[in-house]
């Protein structure tokens, strides 16, 4: 069978059984999995399915769930440190900075390691971890981490986050849409964004575009909100133009093929 055919099988497969995992279509096609995981890999760049921590299910536009951090640092890779580095370009000297847990907010942290004289408020501990040893003030929020990410969140965050009033806020998010905005399918963890933004003076959302036209249950913000928007243009099934005169300020960036 060639790789188009069973890909298309795979789609039919989870029309059927609304998810799998892969094992399960390892043993349905007959294939090696690794052989799956090269299908899945190419049909999650498509945005036709996604990731859930049980395996596989059919991308639609309501968001339920998602990856792990360590797994989704590496989807849209390439895309997520261009965007990263995009976003550095905002800093300046003196600014005062919230930076949110997430997978492309970390390549930010990481494109700010030889700037100084920054205050820097986190509520992710790996963050913290790559910028303690710059020259810059580093201060974490605390509060419960949360399994198998670097996100502190809770009552605790965000009480701790009552207490600045930040010139920057870089936001993550699971979804945005042109009208509903930033939203997030964990209320606890809507609740540290909306704090975030509530005390920021600017919002710069940094996101990939897989996020795009989708929406979970919580709202966070309304796109008005957002000042910046820095994404990339991979996600071909966007109506960007329809994006692009809808948000104050849409940036897109080119992604770099990233040395091994």
């Known amino acids: 069978m060639l790789p188009a055919e ?23 096609f007959n294939v090696h999995e690794a052989t799956i995981r090269r299908d899945l890999n190419k ?22 769930d998602e990856l792990n951090f360590d797994d989704r640092e590496t989807s849209y890779y390439d895309e997520k440190v261009a965007i990263g580095l995009k976003a550095a370009e905002f800093v300046e000297n003196g600014d005062t900075l919230f930076i949110d847990s997430g997978s492309t907010t970390i390549h930010f942290a990481r494109a700010l390691t030889q700037k100084s004289n920054l205050t820097i408020i986190t509520n992710d501990i790996h963050i913290a971890s790559i910028l303690k040893s710059t020259a810059n003030q580093i201060i974490v929020t605390g509060g419960i981490l949360y399994q198998d990410n670097y996100l502190l969140n809770g009552m605790i965050t965000n009480e701790t986050l009552k207490l600045f009033n930040p010139s920057k806020l870089f936001l993550a998010t699971p979804a945005i849409d042109l009208e509903k905005g930033i939203t997030h399918f ?13 005390q920021a003076k600017a919002v710069y959302v940094l996101t990939d575009s897989s996020k795009f036209d989708k929406v979970a249950l919580y709202n966070v913000c309304s796109s ?37």
């Open 186 to 198: 964990n209320d606890t963890l809507a609740s540290t964004k909306i704090q975030m933004v509530k």
């Open 43 to 64: 049909l999650e760049q498509y945005n036709q399915i996604k990731r859930t921590h049980g395996g596989v299910v059919l991308n639609d536009s309501e968001v339920w």
């Open 6 to 28: 069973r890909e298309q099988f795979i789609i039919t497969f989870l029309k059927t059984n609304k998810k799998a995992t892969i094992h399960d279509l390892a043993l349905e």
């Open 224 to 260: 008005d909100t957002i000042d910046v928007l820095i994404t990339d243009q991979t996600n071909k099934n966007i109506d960007w133009q329809a994006y692009d005169n809808h948000f104050k300020h849409l940036i897109t960036v080119h992604a770099e093929a990233h040395p091994e």
